[in-house]
């Protein structure tokens, strides 16, 4: 990952950089220590959560959140001030143990709820299976800045949807592909009869503008050889749809996608949740001994949601 700071002002108890979440943490002497201060896009992440949490419920006790790909835990540390018993994976073990010294600091300092983020290693492809020591099902998913590194994104999208309480709240963003004025401008599926049944002979209308585009990164991308896939704003909003989300409001100039996972069936239902237990490993054949299998398509509905309904 780039766009870092390399914190070398930071104490010799320290985890080793680079950080890619300047926190605020206590310095010991009354003042404040910032583990990025120098980062190239600014007082990052707090300006992206600032952007955010009006969106949010201001007191999220009670809910239960999940932040995949948390790094060093500005998110998952925000939620928990909020009320939330938090989550927070990451596959980086470096990243977890930033979170787990910051965390620690701060509480420390008494600057930490009673209830503070729970970190460990784990991907996102690991939310296919449930651990007993977490529920199944969350009504916060925090997934920001993960799927440009995914070579599966829809599965990761697919898995998330799974573990999103029904009516509960997504937060995702991804690094974005630019869109042109005509881009912005295009209605979805310009010159095919019907978008949603593109006929064979109608397919340079995928080249359209305005249609869902993802690019592909075969090599690297800003130095970064984890970076695999750009997508542009329509393409964020398909792919949410058809993992089982609604939009319920954006935050273009942040990327930031704010999601309700549908508590209705739709079309995808069945294709989406077929495809995605065989690529897990947790597909019932005839004949074949189950995996271990959680029925995720039931459940409560959530009372989480976001406070605004109206798109920016
Ligand atoms: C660009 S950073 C975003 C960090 C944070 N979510 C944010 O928005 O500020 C990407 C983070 O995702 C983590 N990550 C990448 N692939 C992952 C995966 N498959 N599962 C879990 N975490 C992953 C990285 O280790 C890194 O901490």
Redesign the pocket.
Known sequence: ?TLQSAAAHLPPDAPPGPW??NLSLPDGAGGVLHTAPDHPLGDF?RFKWEAIEPHLPADLSGAHAL?????AG??AIELARRGAAVTA????PR?LEQARWAAGRLAEAGALPANPPRFRQ????DLARPTPDEPERFDVV?F???LY??RYPLLALDLLADRTAPGGLMVF?TLTLPEDDSNAKAPRGLGVKDPSNVRIGERAALRAPGWPTLAFIERDFEDDP?NWFLADAPACRAMLRSAGFEIAAEIPEQEVFLCRRRSDGDDNDRLRDEECRAATGRLDRPGETAGSLSDLSSGSPSAWSVTEESNE
């Open positions: 990952m890619f979440h992440p932040d995949v790909g948390c790094n500005f998110y994976i990451d596959h980086d990243y784990g991907s996102v492809y925090w920001m800045g993960v590194h995914l963003q984890t």
